[in-house]
């Protein structure tokens, strides 16, 4: 019996091709993927070329589909053989000395789709370490990698227009392929003009991440901008693939491409290494704690244990607001669930105000800095007038390189926002920082992020909370807005609280917070047929309620996405009474906060 993981170890872009259906059959059964390397844990010079990888990130741009052989004939001047080659799953030609390609007969083009993948952004230090543990291979750091990607090549990547006006064969020669490069390329002094930030473009570029280009080989509706993914494929780095490299150019062809954008498009493989895709997995999560077969039953039997050590934790941190962490965990198990024309069901802005900065002008950074160890994904941004003046945070279309250039608002799905309004300043916002206001409002209110294609704009759904924690009202929107009321005791003891807390949440601990945290948002809720209790506080609530205070749709709605929420914080799928009352207890203690306030004001 076949050992399969050796198999895969040596499986080659042409051995692959002979039986596709075969090998796809292998990996779907496969029982881990732990030894097929993952580059986001193994660095790509530890891999040789055509090696089967695995990566783990988001699409973060889509290019136009590639051209290139997938089936062609190379002769042999030596022994006069003729054969017929592959170039699917490739970037370069694999031939031996002696050969040359036939471009002119016996061939057959075919296109594959490229895009840009890129590391989760946001993705946890904790989630990280996770993830080089279960996939980290010590052996590949004992490698030589000298020589690995120093094979003599031709480019595969051709138009049909190429290949039919080239009537004469390239020869593959003996030369090193560094002299090759030297001879029939010139290097192109563009890429000094464009940065390491450019060519890796990262939405968040404060965060280490890494960049892919794949290549898919097969049409998939569901891949969409954004999406989470994973791909394996065969690995493709040859240095020649770098567009410093190009080809000279004839200065009376007509020019398809800028310098720069060929550049961008081809960047160093050691920077931005290429995958051609044999299998792509859709990812409804990334944290590595959390298996793809979630087994639901057990997720709301534990869910009690969970619930109480966040419970605990953030009570503290929220200076004993015992209130504030019921809507806190809400905010932190919350999605969008439906999507209804222009109406997104499930989204769930959490604002808190009254923050204490008078005596912790840094209290909003210190509670991020421990939510960001409950949550996969997140990332802190302060409302400062000079980063809402100078930061991009709408995704917006370069046509001089022909590529989206990422923003921070260009994030994949249940990626935690946390805005620090606390952080805001006297002065005045210019026209990019009144732009960027305006994005994240219409985020916050739409669940939809818009991307500037300069000729036209474009709306793409997203699904990311935003926590937005101020010292009065929020000028942005928010679903839940809810005044801090501090303990006077645990505002004098803070600091020690954050480290009494950072002592109580041990490692184990935190994992169960995070498979809880994650796994709700996979879970099915489902409302009883059954809802009299409901329909009957409702028209109690209609009739009691006067011209000053009176009682909305909107209002339900709101109720019932609290209620679903309180309902899955205790472990229960479904509406039942005594969640209904502990959510219809939990508004009327917010508005009641809300109206002293007001009070207070007048």
């Known amino acids: 019996m076949h050992d399969l993981n050796c198999d ?26 732990y030894q097929i390397p993952l580059i986001n844990c193994n660095a790509s010079h530890n891999l040789s070329d055509s090696k089967l990888v695995r990566f783990r990130g988001m699409i973060q741009d889509m290019h136009n589909p590639e051209f290139y052989f997938e089936q062609f004939e190379v002769y042999n001047t030596v022994t006069k053989e003729i054969k017929s080659k592959t170039g699917k799953y490739r970037d370069t030609a694999n031939v031996t000395e002696n050969e040359k390609i036939n471009y002119t007969e016996n061939f057959k083009g075919a296109q594959r789709q490229t895009m840009v993948v890129v590391s989760m952004p ?75 930030e450019h060519l890796l473009n990262f939405p968040l570029p404060d965060m280490p991440s890494k960049s892919c280009i794949v290549k898919l080989y097969e049409e998939n509706n569901n891949i969409k901008l954004n999406t989470m993914i994973e791909v394996i494929g065969f690995l493709s780095v040859d240095p020649a693939l770098s567009g410093e490299f ?65 419970m605990k934790a953030l009570t503290e941190l929220l200076l004993g607001d015992q209130l504030a962490a019921e809507y806190l965990i809400c905010h932190l198990i919350a999605n969008v669930y439906l999507r209804q024309d222009t109406m997104t069901l499930g989204q769930f802005c959490l604002n808190i105000s009254n923050l204490p900065t008078e005596k912790y002008p840094n209290y909003a950074k ?57 952080k805001m300043e006297q002065g005045t916002l210019d026209a990019t920082g009144v732009g960027n206001i305006t994005a994240l409002g219409n985020m916050i209110q739409n669940q939809r992020v818009e991307y500037d294609f300069k000729y036209y704009k474009m709306d ?17 929107p928010s679903d839940y807005h809810l005044p801090l009321k501090p303990e006077d005791s645990s505002l004098e003891i803070f600091d020690a609280i954050v480290e009494a807390a950072t002592y109580y949440l041990k490692e184990e601990i935190m994992n169960i917070i995070r498979v809880y945290l994650t796994s709700l948002k996979l879970v099915k809720y489902t409302m009883n047929e059954d809802l009299q209790f409901v329909e009957d506080d409702f028209i109690e609530m209609r009739s009691t309620s006067d ?56």
């Open 460 to 476: 793409f759904d997203s699904d990311i909370p935003v926590l937005i924690l101020s010292e009065g009202k929020s000028l942005l």
């Open 366 to 422: 210190q509670l991020y800095d421990i939510i960001k160890q409950f949550v996969t994904k997140s990332y802190y941004l302060p409302l400062t007038i000079e980063n809402m003046n100078t930061l991009a945070l709408l995704p917006k279309k370069d046509y001089e390189c022909n590529r989206l250039t990422s923003g921070i608002l260009q994030l994949s799905n249940h990626t935690h926002l946390v805005l620090d309004e606390t």
């Open 122 to 196: 946001g993705l946890s230090d904790w989630a990280q370490n996770v993830e080089e543990k279960q996939n980290i291979l010590k052996h590949l750091e004992q490698q030589p990698n000298s020589s690995k990607r120093l094979q003599s090549c031709t480019k595969l990547k051709r138009s049909y227009d190429e290949a039919e006006d080239d009537t004469n064969a390239m020869e593959v020669g003996e030369t090193e392929p560094s002299k090759e490069m030297k001879t029939s390329e010139t290097v192109n002094h563009t890429s000094s003009v464009l940065s390491r």
């Open 8 to 33: 895969f170890e040596s499986v080659t872009p042409e051995i692959w091709v002979a039986n596709e259906e075969g090998w796809r059959e292998k990996l779907l059964t496969l029982p881990n993927w």
């Open 246 to 310: 190009q080809t000279e150019k004839n200065p009376l062809e007509p020019e398809l491409e800028t310098d720069a954008e060929t550049i961008t498009h081809n960047p160093p493989p050691s920077l931005v290494p290429r995958i051609h895709a044999v299998h792509v997995k859709i990812l409804e999560h990334c944290n590595p704690l959390v298996k793809d077969s979630v087994d639901k039953s057990a997720v709301l039997n534990e869910a009690g244990t969970a619930r109480d050590h966040l």
């Open 547 to 602: 011209s000053q205070n009176s009682v909305t749709a909107d209002d339900l709605h709101r109720l019932l996405v609290l209620a679903r929420l309180v309902s899955l914080s205790r472990g229960q799928n479904t509406l039942n009474k005594e969640c209904w009352d502990i959510t219809k207890s939990m508004e009327s203690q917010r508005l009641q906060r809300l109206k002293n306030r007001r009070s207070a004001v007048l």
